[in-house]
Nanobody, 121 residues
Framework: QVQLVESGGGLVQAGGSLRLSCAAS????????MGWYRQAPGKQRELVAA????????YADSVKGRFTISRDTAAKNTVYLQMNSLKPEDTAVYYC??????????????WGQGTQVTVSS
C-alpha cells in the first residue's frame, strides 16, 4: 500500500520560513511527478510546486522566488518544499502528491494527509 506522509508544518510569523517534507512508502518505483498543493479555507486546492523525476520544476506565480521544491537524491520518493518569506496568504493545508501519470495533475495519484501551515501577520 502506497502512503505519502507529510511533516514540517506549523505556525510562523510573516517573513519567516518553514520546510515541508514528504516521504512515500510502499512502492519501489520512483514517481514521475511529485508536487505540493495547498488548500485554504473556502478555496479550491491549487498547485504550489511540482518536480519531475529528472529534477525539472515549476511553480505557481504566487510563490516563485520564495519557495523551492526539491527531491532527495537517494530517496527519490522524498520531496521537500522550502518556504521562505512567508505571507499570511500562504496559510493553508499543504498536501503532497505523487503520480506516474502524464503530468502532475493526473487524477491517478497518491496523496498525503496534509499538513497545516499558518502564517501570522
Amino acid at each position: 500500500q502506497v502512503q505519502l506522509v507529510e511533516s514540517g508544518g506549523g505556525l510562523v510569523q510573516a517573513g519567516g520560513s518553514l520546510r515541508l517534507s514528504c516521504a512515500a512508502s510502499g512502492t519501489v518505483f520512483s514517481f514521475n511527478y511529485m508536487g505540493w498543493y495547498r488548500q485554504a479555507p473556502g478555496k479550491q486546492r491549487e498547485l504550489v510546486a511540482a518536480i519531475t523525476s529528472g529534477g525539472k520544476t515549476n511553480y505557481a506565480d504566487s510563490v516563485k522566488g520564495r519557495f523551492t521544491i526539491s527531491r532527495d537524491t537517494a530517496a527519490k520518493n522524498t520531496v521537500y518544499l522550502q518556504m521562505n518569506s512567508l505571507k499570511p496568504e500562504d496559510t493553508a493545508v499543504y498536501y503532497c502528491k505523487g503520480t506516474n501519470g502524464g503530468s502532475v495533475s493526473s487524477s491517478f495519484a497518491y496523496w498525503g494527509q496534509g499538513t497545516q501551515v499558518t502564517v501570522s501577520s
